[in-house]
Structures are given as C-alpha cells and as structure tokens.
C-alpha cells in the first residue's frame, strides 16, 4: 500500500497546481515534495503528473487517482482534528462503575455538580459490585475497594475505608457484651457477602490479628442493606466508619471492643491506561481527588 503521507502530499499538489505553493502549505521544502510525489508514483507504477518548465497537470491515470484519494483523506483529516479537539476540550460520553454502596444521595450531588460544571461532558453510570472488565465493557473509569488484582490497569488511591463493630441498645439488651473477639460467635451479626449463613471476619488490634468465623439471620451485599439490618437491631455489625460514626456520636448505635477493626481497606479510582488519557477523564479525576467524600476517609 502506498504511503499516506505521500499521497496527503500528492493531493495537496493537485489542488494547487504547484509544487512550490503546495511546499508553502505544507510547510516543507519544494524538494522534499517534489521527492514524494516521485516516490508515489514508483510505488503506483504510473505518471501522476505531467511536469514542464511552464506548467504542471494531472495525467488522466493521476485526475483518477485523485479523484477517488481526496475526499476519504478529508475524513481522514477532519477525523483527527475532531480528536484533537476533543483532547482540548471536555465533552463526550464518560463510563463509570461504582459499587452499590455509591448509589446514594451524596454520590449523586457529586455527579450533578461535575455534569453543570462541565456541561458537554454525558456520564454513564454503572452501579454495580460486579468488577467489570474495562476493556471490554469500554469503562474510562471505576471505583473500587480494597485488594486490586488486576495488574494491566493503572490505580490512583482516593482515600482509606475501616470497619467497627457495631450494634443497637436493643439488641444488646439482655446480651452479654463481647469482651474478646472471640466472644463474636456467640452474638448473631450481619453479614456482607455471607454465605449458608456465615461470614470470616478479619479484624486487627495495633500488630495483633485475627480471623473470626460469624453466624447471623440476614447477608447481603452492599452495605446499605447491611447498614440497614444493623440499624434495626437484627445483630452486631462490622460497618465502614462512614456508615456509622455519627450514629456512634449520637448514641443510636454502641461500638464494640473499641481496639479491634478491620484493616485499613484501600479506595482507588482505576482505568485501562495513562497513554492519551481524554480530557473528560482527567477532569473527573481531578474532580473526583478534589472531592471531600464523605463515603471515605481522607489519606494521610
């Protein structure tokens, strides 16, 4: 196939009729355009153009040629200008996955502030725990807790999640108070992402760790039902901070063995590849690193 930038050269030359007004377009010397349309014309095997002292034309075989080159290299050409443009300005359609336990109200106001901010900017939003390819759902971004496995994608720390043990008045009343973790067997508890019933909690204390199989009547998989159940006293809960510090605060919830969490659980924003990055996806980064969540907790 012959090279395209020989053939941009040769179109521009057949436009103006001229070698060296078709250099000053191009910014290049007569020479190296003249040089070009050569090289075309070996590669095709034929005469584009008829050259003499006075005057330069078209050769039947080369008015074809151009006739079928010119208008797709237009496209070509208003194709890469409307990707550059787009490399200038943010607009277009944005991907997003979130986990469930973004499909709420703060989340959303977020959303609504970046959309008035930038108004030719369209988000898509997925709220799922699945972990979708991003690849191959075409996803610019997703938000995602804890341990990352996939190795290929490129993963930017927003904040820090911790989860305590939490439960009402009422379901403690009558209910010895766990005084170890171990204790936790013998409570029931709701569970995220439980199965037959039973879920293993790993909590911490300072550099001491442990693993703690727990029962309860209820399992789910966002927080929000979890938050939910806790709330309405169906067991203890091991609730991220977010979820229950203010419930803490106002005496609605009771937390327990104060010096055992869980670990420090990671929040990232990750996407496919930091090569070309479009500019509606750098300013939602910049917008989301901004962002005083109050659905995780700052990085020191």
């Given at each position: 196939?012959?090279?395209?930038?020989?053939?941009?050269?040769?179109?521009?030359?057949?436009?103006?009729?001229?070698?060296?007004?078709?250099?000053?377009?191009?910014?290049?010397?007569?020479?190296?355009?003249?040089?070009?349309?050569?090289?075309?014309?070996?590669?095709?095997?034929?005469?584009?153009?008829?050259?003499?002292?006075?005057?330069?034309?078209?050769?039947?075989?080369?008015?074809?040629?151009?006739?079928?080159?010119?208008?797709?290299?237009?496209?070509l050409i208003d194709a890469e200008q409307a990707l550059t443009?787009?490399?200038?300005?943010?607009?277009?359609?944005?991907?997003?996955?979130?986990?469930?336990?973004?499909?709420?109200?703060?989340?959303?106001?977020?959303?609504?502030?970046?959309?008035?901010?930038?108004?030719?900017?369209?988000?898509?939003?997925?709220?799922?725990?699945?972990?979708?390819?991003?690849?191959?759902?075409?996803?610019?971004?997703?938000?995602?807790?804890?341990?990352?496995?996939?190795?290929?994608?490129?993963?930017?720390?927003?904040?820090?999640?911790?989860?305590?043990?939490?439960?009402?008045?009422?379901?403690?009343?009558?209910?010895?108070?766990?005084?170890?973790?171990?204790?936790?067997?013998?409570?029931?508890?709701?569970?995220?992402?439980?199965?037959?019933?039973?879920?293993?909690?790993?909590?911490?204390?300072?550099?001491?760790?442990?693993?703690?199989?727990?029962?309860?009547?209820?399992?789910?998989?966002?927080?929000?039902?979890?938050?939910?159940?806790?709330?309405?006293?169906?067991?203890?809960?091991?609730?991220?901070?977010?979820?229950?510090?203010?419930?803490?605060?106002?005496?609605?919830?009771?937390?327990?063995?104060?010096?055992?969490?869980?670990?420090?659980?990671?929040?990232?924003?990750?996407?496919?590849?930091?090569?070309?990055?479009?500019?509606?996806?750098?300013?939602?980064?910049?917008?989301l690193k901004a962002w005083k969540s109050p659905l995780w907790l700052p990085l020191r």
């Amino acid at each position: 196939m012959a090279d395209l930038n020989d053939i941009a050269v040769f179109v521009k030359v057949a436009q103006y009729g001229s070698f060296s007004r078709a250099a000053h377009s191009l910014g290049m010397p007569v020479s190296t355009v003249s040089r070009k349309v050569t090289s075309l014309e070996e590669q095709l095997g034929v005469t584009l153009l008829q050259r003499t002292t006075r005057k330069l034309s078209l050769t039947a075989q080369g008015r074809a040629y151009y006739d079928r080159c010119s208008e797709p290299l237009a496209h070509l050409i208003d194709a890469e200008q409307a990707l550059t443009e787009t490399q200038r300005k943010p607009e277009g359609l944005l991907k997003i996955s979130v986990p469930v336990t973004f499909g709420q109200e703060v989340f959303y106001e977020f959303i609504s502030s970046f959309l008035k901010a930038y108004p030719d900017i369209q988000v898509d939003l997925f709220v799922t725990n699945l972990f979708l390819d991003l690849v191959a759902e075409n996803i610019d971004l997703a938000i995602r807790f804890g341990e990352l496995k996939d190795s290929s994608i490129v993963a930017q720390r927003l904040g820090k999640s911790v989860r305590y043990l939490v439960a009402t008045s009422g379901y403690l009343e009558g209910r010895a108070l766990p005084s170890k973790p171990e204790d936790l067997k013998e409570h029931r508890c709701v569970l995220l992402n439980g199965r037959n019933g039973e879920a293993d909690w790993h909590l911490v204390s300072g550099r001491k760790s442990i693993d703690v199989r727990v029962s309860g009547p209820v399992s789910s998989r966002d927080f929000d039902a979890v938050s939910a159940f806790t709330y309405r006293g169906h067991g203890i809960g091991l609730l991220p901070s977010t979820y229950c510090d203010e419930e803490i605060k106002r005496g609605e919830l009771i937390r327990l063995l104060p010096d055992w969490s869980s670990p420090e659980i990671f929040v990232h924003a990750v996407y496919p590849t930091r090569r070309f990055l479009p500019l509606r996806l750098q300013v939602f980064l910049e917008a989301l690193k901004a962002w005083k969540s109050p659905l995780w907790l700052p990085l020191r």
